[in-house]
């Protein structure tokens, strides 16, 4: 009977055991069934967070929401007419419309004598410059900045600084520099990138009440080669350069001469919407499509009509944090044409001897010693 009871008793307990261990399989695939799930669950979670992240930091869904330039567009400031502003402005007459957008600031140095002169000066060069860029600037003096390149014709050369607080002895240098060339003008605001938009108001305040012999202004950076022999033929027939100097063409009436507003135009760029982008803009600050037509900042030159139109129209323009879109604003509301001209060359186009025969500006010389070398071998060339 013992024998047969414990025989009982170990199947039973093997039952007990095959019962339990069905049980632990069941649950162990429940678990992993569940563990998959929740693992599935959270790998869709992530992607969708990632998803929305990327849409985010891309601006996509600010595309989608900004209205189009072409139906929509309404000027910065004042939407008065500007002609009859522009007008009473020139003849020093009371308007009613005050400016939104002067330039306040006060001149460290003006120099305004470097305008005083007799004679039609044919061309300035108004060069931004950066407050510490000392090499630079004796680079481009000693080249296509140099005011006694040709004996016919009156060049002048100036550079625009703003101030950084706290650096004494860079202070004390530039002192010295403007005791020695007499021809930086420095105003007291934060030189930085980001107040381009102030020196351009600066170059445009400046030239528009001191330079008023100064027939044109070829505003630029201080890491450009530019060609001033190029630049002179171009002023000459900018609608037919380079074509009119190497056979002859009919000229019909060129409409670019008195109101001249030249150098690499963007004619349909969209603002950009990657919020990691340096140059992100909030839909807040401009809720359009795209910008309005500009020439780009780096090199542009202006007649003087046109130098005292676009002043008169961007001190009714709010300001702007990117210059060259600031100043297409400003053209825009002053019904200026801005002309696209392939040789100014917004990219730096590579160097070759032959290559720079009618390159009136490129970018891309932040080394004054190159800058130098290469205008030197254009001049030899007859190019410079």
């Known amino acids: ?27 162990w695939r429940r678990f992993k069934m569940r563990s998959v799930s929740r693992r599935k669950c959270s790998c869709a979670s992530f992607t969708i967070i990632i998803s929305l992240f990327l849409i985010y930091l891309s601006g996509l869904y600010q595309y989608a929401l900004t209205w189009s330039y072409d139906t929509y567009y309404v000027h910065l400031g004042p939407s008065d007419p500007m002609d009859d502003l522009i007008k009473d402005f020139l003849d020093d007459k009371e308007t009613e419309v005050r400016p939104v957008n002067e330039f306040l600031y006060s001149y460290t140095y003006l120099n305004q004598e470097k305008c005083e002169t007799k004679d039609s000066v044919r061309l300035m060069y108004v060069v931004k410059s950066a407050l510490e ?16 390149r040709f004996s016919d ?5 100036v550079f625009l600084v703003g101030m950084v607080p706290g650096k004494l002895d860079v202070q004390k240098r530039l002192e010295q520099e403007i005791s020695d060339h007499k021809d930086v003008i420095q105003a ?6 980001f107040n381009n938009t102030l020196k351009t108001m600066m170059g445009l305040h400046w030239t528009y009440h001191y330079c008023p012999n100064v027939k044109y202004f070829l505003f630029v950076d201080d890491d450009y080669y530019v060609s001033t022999r190029n630049m002179l033929r171009f002023l000459r027939d900018p609608a037919n350069y380079p074509q009119y100097l190497e056979k002859y063409v009919v000229q ?13 135009v963007f004619s349909r760029s969209r603002p950009i919407r990657w919020i990691i982008s340096k140059w992100y803009i909030e839909l807040s600050e401009y809720p359009y499509s795209h910008w309005p037509p500009y020439v780009t900042a ?7 009509k046109s130098l005292e139109r676009l002043y008169i129209a961007s001190i009714y323009t709010n300001n702007f944090r990117f210059d060259d879109v600031f100043l297409g604003m400003a053209a825009k509301k002053a019904g200026l044409k801005v002309f696209h001209h392939d040789e100014f060359y917004f990219h730096p ?7 720079y025969k009618w390159v009136i500006a490129s970018h891309g010389y932040d080394d004054p010693k190159d800058l130098q070398n290469k205008w030197n071998e254009q001049r030899s060339a007859g190019n410079a």
Not at 1 to 14: A, E, P, S
Not at 153 to 157: D, F
């Open 349 to 355: 186009r590579s160097y070759d001897r032959e290559g």
């Open 188 to 193: 007291d605001f934060l030189d930085s990138y």
């Open 153 to 157: 014709v009156e060049i002048k050369t």
């Open 1 to 27: 009977m013992n024998c047969i009871h414990q025989t009982l008793q170990q199947k039973d307990t093997r039952i007990k055991a095959r019962k339990i261990w069905l049980s632990i399989q069941r649950y």
């Open 133 to 148: 860029n000392f090499d630079r600037r004796h680079g481009i003096r000693n080249s296509w900045g140099f005011e006694k």
């Open 252 to 264: 019909a009436v060129n409409e670019y001469q008195d109101e001249l507003f030249a150098g690499y």
């Open 298 to 304: 780096g090199a542009y030159v202006l007649s003087r």
